[in-house]
């Protein structure tokens, strides 16, 4: 629902200290926002948010699975705060869990408050180990609820139904992103996942790790693409939910030997066994993003892998000196 103020608008960022939260921190500044990050750093941290010197940005540490109140008006919220890669909520099932939903329960409650419209960042996850290729909206998903995996898949999924039954209940304005794999600048060195595995290990010189045969697939959107889009889906006024990804799809074997490619590394490729439930494809159907916000993926492999290389080349000197 558009809002017309005089005022500048005021978005909040659960999660905002995260590697998706910090981009999106700074896209909204850019846009003229007052920006409003909101962060536990149990996952994020303070030297994503760093650079940021501007007066309308503020930044809390508190953790929102137990209290979240903003005074003063709040036009747009956006629900990011989660641990997001495997390694992290293995080692932290229960605050995975909590957050998706006693935090997501708090965020709906100030937004229900503040007469806000708030975007939930769920995720590719909600599908499982999907049965259907490519995956749309409207396909329910193949979830392990007791698997190793199932504590941020339910997570994801209970916040999606408590969103709608905000919405549908209680009249409060939100919409649900379902993100997939995205990639770039700001990725912590050893969450866990494909990229930053792949390019820690090629560039300190490391044998490259791919899980199982290398052939199960990941469709790999840069974070400026990914930004790009939900800004466009909050200011929307679509419900959700809508899948936020790239649709290009390759196996990780390929993703790994481009990241050897363009790192200029001599590492080698290893293989160890596929962990439990690990999706064997992943691959977003767009046409609805396509066709309700106008929006598509922009920056190619390529350039995005580049960017990050980058990125990463400095955070290691820097963690070495």
């Given at each position: 629902m558009a809002r017309k103020s005089t005022r500048r608008r005021r978005v909040l960022i659960t999660g905002g200290a995260g590697f998706i939260g910090s981009h999106l921190c700074d896209n909204f500044l850019a846009q003229g926002f007052d920006v409003i990050c909101v962060d536990n750093l149990l996952t994020g941290s303070t030297d994503n948010i760093a650079h940021i010197r501007s007066p309308r940005f503020e930044f809390i540490k508190s953790d929102v699975t137990t209290y979240l109140y903003i005074p003063g008006p709040v036009d747009y919220?956006?629900?990011?705060?989660?641990?997001?890669?495997?390694?992290?909520?293995?080692?932290?099932?229960?605050?995975?869990?909590?957050?998706?939903?006693?935090?997501?329960?708090?965020?709906?409650?100030?937004?229900?408050?503040?007469g806000a419209r708030l975007?939930?960042?769920?995720?590719?996850?909600?599908?499982?180990?999907?049965?259907?290729?490519?995956?749309?909206?409207n396909y329910w998903g193949n979830v392990n609820p007791v698997g190793?995996?199932?504590?941020?898949?339910?997570a994801k999924r209970f916040a999606e139904a408590l969103t709608v039954a905000y919405r549908n209940a209680e009249g409060v304005d939100t919409t649900i992103a379902?993100?997939?794999?995205?990639?770039?600048?700001?990725?912590?060195?050893?969450?866990?996942?494909?990229?930053?595995?792949?390019?820690?290990?090629?560039?300190?010189?490391r044998p490259v790790t791919v899980f199982g045969d290398g052939r199960q697939t990941r469709s790999f959107c840069y974070v400026d693409d990914l930004v790009r889009g939900l800004h466009a889906l909050l200011l929307s006024d679509h419900n959700g939910p809508m899948n936020i990804g790239n649709p290009k799809e390759m196996s990780l074997e390929e993703m790994a030997q481009a990241v050897i490619r363009i790192t200029g590394s001599r590492s080698r490729i290893v293989h160890r066994p596929l962990p439990t439930d690990d999706p064997k494809v992943r691959q977003p159907d767009i046409a609805l993003a396509r066709k309700v916000l106008g929006?598509?993926?922009?920056?190619?492999?390529?350039?995005?892998?580049?960017?990050?290389?980058?990125?990463?080349?400095?955070?290691?000197?820097?963690?070495?000196?």
């Open positions: 919220i956006m629900h990011f705060a989660s641990p997001a890669s495997p390694k992290d909520y293995l080692e932290l099932p229960i605050q995975t869990l909590k957050v998706g939903s006693l935090g997501t329960h708090k965020a709906l409650g100030l937004a229900k408050a503040k975007l939930l960042a769920s995720t590719s996850e909600v599908y499982g180990d999907p049965q259907v290729h490519p995956q749309k909206e190793p995996r199932g504590v941020y898949d339910e379902r993100i997939f794999n995205t990639y770039g600048p700001r990725m912590r060195l050893r969450d866990g996942r494909a990229i930053p595995a792949f390019m820690t290990q090629a560039l300190s010189g929006w598509e993926p922009r920056v190619g492999l390529a350039v995005g892998l580049k960017r990050t290389v980058r990125y990463f080349r400095e955070r290691l000197r820097r963690d070495k000196s």
